[in-house]
């Protein structure tokens, strides 16, 4: 399988993948730095589908609050998602390099998952579904 940075469905394909490793992991381990990582990059992932399904360019970052800013001007509903994207760059951040202050890393875990999915829900019903040829 070959993919492309400018299909949507491609990033959407990759970013389930995440969404679904997260949430194993964490059903069979509970919080780890690992999943909160697996769910920051699914949210990234979903979070550049769109950009791209509007014809966006894509930055490379790995700053959600960036992305979710990039998103805003196409639908309002995005609005309610800041302190997702907030929290969970910051704790990608604290665990993905030594020196960060993991204390509260994963400690809300449950909520950032609820509106991670919530999310991704968002942006799949706003992108039209693939159609075959």
Do not use: C
């Not at 769910?39 to 979070?47: I, K, N, Q, T």
């Not at 909520?111 to 942006?123: G, M, P, W």
């Amino acid at each position: 399988m070959t993919t492309k940075e400018d299909n949507p469905y491609d990033w959407f394909f990759l970013g389930a993948d995440r969404l679904k490793g997260a949430q194993a992991l964490f059903k069979a381990e509970g919080v780890t730095y690992l999943g909160i990582e697996a769910l920051h990059e699914a949210v990234e992932r979903y979070l550049k589908g769109y950009l791209v399904s509007k014809g966006e360019t894509l930055e490379r970052t790995r700053d959600l609050s960036r992305l979710l800013e990039q998103v805003l001007p196409f639908h309002p509903d995005f609005e309610r998602f800041t302190q997702l994207t907030d929290a969970l760059t910051q704790q990608f951040w604290a665990q993905h390099y030594p020196g960060g202050d993991l204390s509260d890393v994963g400690s809300d875990y449950p909520v950032l998952s609820k509106q991670a999915e919530e999310l991704i829900d968002l942006i799949v019903n706003l992108v039209p579904p693939l159609r075959s040829s």
